[in-house]
Protein backbone atom coordinates (compact mmCIF):
# COMPACT_ATOMS: atom_id res chain seq x y z
CA UNK A 1 0.00 0.00 0.00
CA UNK A 2 1.43 3.64 -0.64
CA UNK A 3 0.16 6.93 1.13
CA UNK A 4 -0.30 9.89 -0.61
CA UNK A 5 -0.63 13.40 2.17
CA UNK A 6 -1.90 16.57 1.45
CA UNK A 7 -1.99 20.16 2.71
CA UNK A 8 -5.02 22.12 1.88
CA UNK A 9 -4.30 25.71 1.62
CA UNK A 10 -2.03 27.42 -0.31
CA UNK A 11 -1.23 23.54 -1.67
CA UNK A 12 -4.85 22.38 -3.15
CA UNK A 13 -6.42 26.16 -2.79
CA UNK A 14 -4.80 28.85 -4.10
CA UNK A 15 -5.69 30.80 -1.31
CA UNK A 16 -6.20 29.97 2.94
CA UNK A 17 -10.24 29.01 3.33
CA UNK A 18 -10.89 29.58 6.59
CA UNK A 19 -11.27 33.66 6.49
CA UNK A 20 -12.88 33.05 3.08
CA UNK A 21 -15.38 30.55 4.90
CA UNK A 22 -16.23 33.23 7.78
CA UNK A 23 -16.72 36.02 5.24
CA UNK A 24 -19.31 34.17 3.10
CA UNK A 25 -21.21 33.40 5.96
CA UNK A 26 -21.58 36.76 7.78
CA UNK A 27 -21.60 39.09 4.61
CA UNK A 28 -25.39 36.92 4.56
CA UNK A 29 -26.36 39.16 6.75
CA UNK A 30 -23.85 41.98 6.42
CA UNK A 31 -24.44 43.92 9.75
CA UNK A 32 -22.81 40.60 11.07
CA UNK A 33 -19.61 41.43 9.65
CA UNK A 34 -18.95 44.40 12.49
CA UNK A 35 -18.56 41.01 14.41
CA UNK A 36 -14.66 41.07 12.98
CA UNK A 37 -14.21 44.07 15.04
CA UNK A 38 -14.24 41.78 17.91
CA UNK A 39 -10.92 40.15 16.72
CA UNK A 40 -8.72 43.14 16.75
CA UNK A 41 -7.16 42.04 19.77
CA UNK A 42 -6.09 38.95 19.04
CA UNK A 43 -4.87 40.35 15.57
CA UNK A 44 -2.71 42.80 16.95
CA UNK A 45 -1.76 40.19 19.65
CA UNK A 46 -0.54 38.01 16.89
CA UNK A 47 1.44 40.79 15.20
CA UNK A 48 4.06 39.74 18.58
CA UNK A 49 3.05 36.26 19.61
CA UNK A 50 2.39 34.52 16.23
CA UNK A 51 0.43 32.09 17.57
CA UNK A 52 -2.13 31.51 15.23
CA UNK A 53 -4.30 28.86 17.35
CA UNK A 54 -5.28 31.25 19.20
CA UNK A 55 -5.96 33.99 16.60
CA UNK A 56 -8.24 31.01 15.39
CA UNK A 57 -9.89 30.54 17.76
CA UNK A 58 -10.61 34.03 18.38
CA UNK A 59 -11.74 34.56 14.89
CA UNK A 60 -14.24 31.76 15.23
CA UNK A 61 -15.75 32.52 18.64
CA UNK A 62 -16.18 36.34 17.47
CA UNK A 63 -18.28 35.35 14.23
CA UNK A 64 -19.47 31.54 14.22
CA UNK A 65 -20.33 30.91 17.56
CA UNK A 66 -23.58 29.86 18.04
CA UNK A 67 -24.25 28.14 14.94
CA UNK A 68 -25.96 24.89 14.46
CA UNK A 69 -24.17 22.53 13.06
CA UNK A 70 -26.87 22.16 10.08
CA UNK A 71 -26.40 25.46 8.57
CA UNK A 72 -22.77 25.23 8.89
CA UNK A 73 -22.77 22.30 7.35
CA UNK A 74 -25.12 23.31 4.42
CA UNK A 75 -23.22 26.36 3.91
CA UNK A 76 -19.55 24.15 4.13
CA UNK A 77 -20.95 22.23 1.20
CA UNK A 78 -21.34 25.16 -1.04
CA UNK A 79 -18.04 27.01 -0.01
CA UNK A 80 -16.93 23.62 -0.50
CA UNK A 81 -17.95 23.09 -4.21
CA UNK A 82 -17.60 26.44 -5.69
CA UNK A 83 -13.88 25.84 -4.27
CA UNK A 84 -13.10 23.17 -5.84
CA UNK A 85 -14.84 24.59 -9.08
CA UNK A 86 -12.72 28.10 -8.90
CA UNK A 87 -10.37 27.89 -6.44
CA UNK A 88 -7.99 25.00 -6.99
CA UNK A 89 -4.78 24.61 -8.89
CA UNK A 90 -5.73 22.14 -11.35
CA UNK A 91 -2.71 20.69 -11.30
CA UNK A 92 -3.20 19.97 -7.06
CA UNK A 93 -6.09 18.21 -8.46
CA UNK A 94 -4.80 16.00 -11.31
CA UNK A 95 -2.62 15.23 -8.88
CA UNK A 96 -4.86 13.90 -6.39
CA UNK A 97 -6.57 11.98 -9.17
CA UNK A 98 -3.81 10.38 -10.25
CA UNK A 99 -3.02 8.84 -6.60
CA UNK A 100 -6.66 7.68 -6.75
CA UNK A 101 -6.32 6.05 -9.33
CA UNK A 102 -3.65 3.86 -8.38
CA UNK A 103 -5.11 2.94 -5.30
CA UNK A 104 -3.18 5.11 -2.81
CA UNK A 105 -4.62 5.61 0.76
CA UNK A 106 -5.51 9.91 0.36
CA UNK A 107 -5.18 11.70 3.57
CA UNK A 108 -5.63 15.45 3.61
CA UNK A 109 -4.44 17.23 6.87
CA UNK A 110 -4.95 20.30 7.30
CA UNK A 111 -4.56 23.06 10.55
CA UNK A 112 -7.58 24.33 9.49
CA UNK A 113 -10.82 23.22 11.30
CA UNK A 114 -12.94 20.06 11.37
CA UNK A 115 -16.47 21.16 11.00
CA UNK A 116 -15.85 22.30 6.82
CA UNK A 117 -12.59 20.85 5.94
CA UNK A 118 -13.80 17.09 6.01
CA UNK A 119 -15.95 17.94 3.30
CA UNK A 120 -13.44 19.12 1.01
CA UNK A 121 -12.08 15.29 1.85
CA UNK A 122 -15.84 13.81 1.42
CA UNK A 123 -15.62 15.92 -2.24
CA UNK A 124 -12.15 15.43 -3.38
CA UNK A 125 -12.70 11.71 -2.76
CA UNK A 126 -9.87 11.49 0.32
CA UNK A 127 -9.97 8.39 2.60
CA UNK A 128 -8.71 10.09 6.01
CA UNK A 129 -9.07 13.76 7.06
CA UNK A 130 -6.77 15.36 9.82
CA UNK A 131 -7.67 18.80 10.63
CA UNK A 132 -7.81 21.21 13.37
CA UNK A 133 -10.64 20.22 16.03
CA UNK A 134 -13.19 22.61 17.15
CA UNK A 135 -16.01 22.53 20.12
CA UNK A 136 -19.36 22.22 20.38
CA UNK A 137 -22.02 22.71 22.30
CA UNK A 138 -24.32 20.30 21.82
CA UNK A 139 -25.93 21.38 18.46
CA UNK A 140 -24.22 24.88 18.32
CA UNK A 141 -20.47 26.08 17.61
CA UNK A 142 -18.47 26.93 20.52
CA UNK A 143 -15.30 27.11 18.30
CA UNK A 144 -12.81 26.95 20.95
CA UNK A 145 -10.14 24.65 19.94
CA UNK A 146 -9.64 21.21 21.32
CA UNK A 147 -6.63 19.85 19.37
CA UNK A 148 -3.16 21.19 18.60
CA UNK A 149 -3.51 23.36 15.90
CA UNK A 150 -2.21 20.68 12.75
CA UNK A 151 0.56 22.91 11.81
CA UNK A 152 4.25 22.42 11.95
CA UNK A 153 5.52 19.77 14.31
CA UNK A 154 2.22 18.91 15.04
CA UNK A 155 1.33 17.90 11.48
CA UNK A 156 5.22 15.98 11.60
CA UNK A 157 3.63 14.23 14.83
CA UNK A 158 0.60 13.37 13.14
CA UNK A 159 2.52 12.03 9.91
CA UNK A 160 4.55 10.04 11.90
CA UNK A 161 2.05 7.97 13.76
CA UNK A 162 0.25 7.35 10.00
CA UNK A 163 3.51 6.02 8.77
CA UNK A 164 3.75 4.13 12.24
CA UNK A 165 0.16 2.77 11.80
CA UNK A 166 -0.11 2.17 7.60
CA UNK A 167 3.18 0.89 7.23
CA UNK A 168 3.08 2.23 3.63
CA UNK A 169 5.62 0.75 0.75
CA UNK A 170 5.67 4.36 -0.76
CA UNK A 171 4.60 7.51 0.36
CA UNK A 172 4.22 10.63 -0.61
CA UNK A 173 3.24 14.12 0.73
CA UNK A 174 2.73 17.53 -0.71
CA UNK A 175 3.20 21.39 1.18
CA UNK A 176 3.16 24.75 0.32
CA UNK A 177 5.22 26.12 3.22
CA UNK A 178 7.84 26.14 5.28
CA UNK A 179 5.96 24.99 8.04
CA UNK A 180 5.39 22.00 5.82
CA UNK A 181 8.73 21.03 5.63
CA UNK A 182 8.93 18.62 9.12
CA UNK A 183 6.48 16.03 7.93
CA UNK A 184 7.87 16.51 4.24
CA UNK A 185 11.14 14.96 4.70
CA UNK A 186 9.39 12.07 6.62
CA UNK A 187 8.08 10.95 3.53
CA UNK A 188 9.91 8.64 0.73
CA UNK A 189 8.65 11.50 -1.44
CA UNK A 190 8.41 15.10 -0.24
CA UNK A 191 7.11 17.86 -2.56
CA UNK A 192 6.88 21.70 -1.77
CA UNK A 193 4.28 23.19 -3.81
CA UNK A 194 4.94 26.94 -5.15
CA UNK A 195 7.45 27.34 -2.35
CA UNK A 196 9.01 30.82 -1.47
CA UNK A 197 12.32 31.02 -2.23
CA UNK A 198 13.54 30.65 1.39
CA UNK A 199 11.53 27.38 1.33
CA UNK A 200 12.97 26.13 -1.30
CA UNK A 201 16.33 26.67 -0.43
CA UNK A 202 15.61 24.21 3.01
CA UNK A 203 13.66 21.85 1.14
CA UNK A 204 16.37 21.35 -1.63
CA UNK A 205 18.71 20.86 1.32
CA UNK A 206 16.68 18.45 2.96
CA UNK A 207 15.98 16.18 -0.34
CA UNK A 208 12.37 17.72 -0.82
CA UNK A 209 11.60 17.70 -4.48
CA UNK A 210 10.20 21.46 -5.52
CA UNK A 211 7.44 21.50 -7.77
CA UNK A 212 4.79 24.66 -9.50
CA UNK A 213 1.72 23.86 -9.51
CA UNK A 214 -0.95 25.82 -11.88
Not at 136 to 162: F, H, M, P, Q
Not at 164 to 175: D, H, I, L, T
Request: proline share 3%.
Amino acid sequence: MSIAIFDLDGTITRHDTLFPLVLRVLARRPWQLLKLLLVVPAAVRYAFDRDRAALKQSLLRATLRGMTRERLDSLSRDFVRDKIAHGCFRDALDTIRRHREAGHFLVLMSASVDFYVPEFGRQLGFDHVISTEVRWNGNRLDGTLISANRRGEEKARCVRELLAGKRPQESFAYGNSDSDLPHLVLVSCGMLVNGNSAARRIAIESGIRCVDWT
